[in-house]
């Protein structure tokens, strides 16, 4: 398959044939199943609210991204930093003049759409952190000057998102951060200085959460100290993993989501009502379609002939197995319940957003892979 190096030299069927067919398939398949759980989720209402919704901003959210390919890469290099400062004004636009949802002040109505500037942080923030690194010498990464610049520019939206407040949203931000800091050569004490100094500041966290993120520490930790309130949600999550068995109860039969036992299915909890349904076997094959899209996404990095697309397939893919480990490990009651949708299969329009642009950036660097950015 061609690549091929300057954006006026490529046809439309050039760049189409350019195109990485596996990962489109695999998108295309996890869109599919995402429509199939989420009808799941509206049975029971019979309202389909959920369902069309969702089906129909993976339809436009996967067109988009099909333009955002053909886009050469470049452009996304010299608008990385344009696209940041925009995410970060909305960021502080949500946190000051949002909507309040469930405690939290993080949403800006824009019609079409509520925007939830902190999902797409998540991918300014790597955006961002590829395009410094680009030019960054490797024997440059570890002095403190190019050491404080990208912190800086992490710790901004994390402390924005943590006053809206959302405690998960800003440790995903972090997480994605430091991914491409990693990815960049940091040195190792860096990282030790900066987890000591999380957990020294750890007690200061913790006196300023609001209660209900307090008490979804103390759930996590016992959730049988409040089984019909805090501990509800977690409790019922666990019961729907466990009584799918091997195979599932299969499809619309799942009990704890039929019958409304889980209050928030079509959201974070989506991974839940699949797992009942589908039971290991459907579990363990959705976990193989989400590993075969992170391992497309780093050969295509790998392919690519400049730093910039390199640290942002890299910083992404890594971002993508953070995503679905925290969903995961928290309707499994292994953490505590902290809002990480499931990446294209929660219902959300700012996460689906978000989703694809980033995947249209990666797909730009594949078509884009000899693309060299001076």
Known sequence: MKNYS?????????????????????????????????????????DFYHSFNHTL???????????????????????????Y???LILLIAATFFGST???????????????????LMKIAIIIFLARYYHRVQPDAVNSIKKFIIPFVILIIPILLVLSQPDLGTSVLIALSGFAVIWLAGINIKYIIYSFLALVISFPFVISILKPYQKLRILTFINPDRDPLGAGYQIIQSKIAVG???????????????????????HTDFIFTLFSEE????????????????????????SNSRNYFGKFF??????????????????????????GSPLPIMSYGGSSMLSMMIALGVVMSTRIYSREIIN
């Open 278 to 301: 589908f039971g290991f076997v459907g579990s363990v094959l959705l976990l193989l379609l989400y590993a075969f899209i992170i391992i497309r996404i780093l050969i295509i990095g």
């Open 313 to 338: 397939c890299y910083g992404f893919a890594i971002s993508i197995f953070f995503y679905i480990s925290v969903n995961m490990l928290m309707v499994l009651g292994m953490l505590p319940i902290v």
């Open 57 to 83: 901003r993976f339809g436009v959210f996967f067109g988009m991204m099909i333009v955002m390919s053909f886009i050469n890469i470049k452009y996304y290099f010299s608008l990385s930093i344009l696209f």
């Open 101 to 119: 949802v469930s405690g939290s002040q993080r949403w800006i109505s824009l019609y079409f759409i509520n925007l939830q500037p902190s999902e």
């Open 6 to 46: 300057s954006f006026g030299e490529i046809s439309f069927f050039q760049k189409v044939r350019s195109m990485d067919f596996y990962l489109l398939i695999s998108i295309i398949i996890l869109g599919a199943v995402s429509i199939v759980a989420m009808y799941s989720t509206d049975i029971s209402d019979k």
């Open 85 to 87: 400062l925009l995410v």
């Open 243 to 265: 009584s799918g068995g091997l195979t599932g109860k299969g499809y619309l039969k799942g009990t704890q989501g039929y019958l409304d036992f889980l209050p928030e299915k």
